[in-house]
């Protein structure tokens, strides 16, 4: 069982910087893959970035040379690093942990944050 609590988000104004964090519980947080969703009002929970468990990271192509995804393992955190912040940005942002590697949909993660709401205004 792994528990999840997300934090860092909040009101940023278009092109500002917001890092969100995820502090997971357990002794085996390097073994898991872990993942950044987000949900906009009205839709589906859409994939942002990944850490895998094998050491690789993905991107969502909207997030691509804006945001960075980076895991310390010895304090059981994962962050996500979001630049240049767009006003379509703007939604609930979940951590999710899973077990399979390069995994891009929220299916493949077993584990879940209560969220953490980010707001761009423009």
């Known amino acids: 069982q792994v528990q999840l609590v997300e934090s860092g988000g909040g009101l940023v104004q278009a092109g500002g910087s917001l890092r969100l964090s995820c502090a997971a519980s357990?002794?085996?947080?390097?073994?898991?893959?872990m993942g950044w969703f987000r949900q906009a009002p009205g839709k589906e929970r859409a994939f942002v970035a990944a850490?895998?468990?094998?050491?690789?990271?993905g991107y969502a192509d909207s997030a691509k040379g804006r945001f960075t995804i980076s895991r310390d393992n010895a304090k059981n955190t994962v962050y996500l690093q979001m630049n240049s912040l767009k006003p379509e940005d703007t939604a609930v942002y979940y951590c999710?942990?899973?077990?399979?590697?390069?995994?891009?949909?929220?299916?493949?993660?077993?584990?879940w944050g209560q969220g953490t709401q980010v707001t761009v205004s423009s």
């Open positions: 999710a942990a899973g077990t399979t590697d390069w995994g891009t949909h929220r299916s493949e993660y077993e584990y």
């Open positions: 850490s895998w468990s094998g050491g690789n990271t």
């Open positions: 357990g002794r085996t947080f390097r073994t898991y893959s």
